[in-house]
């Protein structure tokens, strides 16, 4: 769900919104050629722009992380585990 949350729907986003733009702007029933490259090039642009957000800013500093690891024949996940990372 992450994955769409922050690559889906920021490289879809340019183009749906152009979509209805068109729609509910009263084309007219005209027929206009889409700028794919253009809207594709925006959904990379603002794709990139959340990842760098959420990389930058995202995740706690505090603790230490405990990657994922077998326990009882178990994947158990990684976790941030509380403690001083030094």
Do not use: C
């Not at 490289?11 to 979509?19: A, N």
Request: glycine share 14%; aromatic share 10%.
């Amino acid at each position: 769900m992450r994955l769409f949350f922050t690559i889906v729907v920021p490289l879809l986003l340019p183009t749906t919104v152009y979509l209805l733009w068109l729609r509910f702007a009263g084309a007219g029933g005209e027929q206009r050629d889409v700028p794919w490259l253009w809207l594709a090039a925006g959904g990379v642009a603002l794709a990139a722009i959340v990842v760098g957000t959420l990389t930058l800013s995202g995740g706690t500093k505090d603790g230490i992380y405990v990657p994922p690891h077998l326990e009882n024949g178990r994947v158990v996940p990684g976790r941030m585990a509380p403690g001083n990372p030094r």
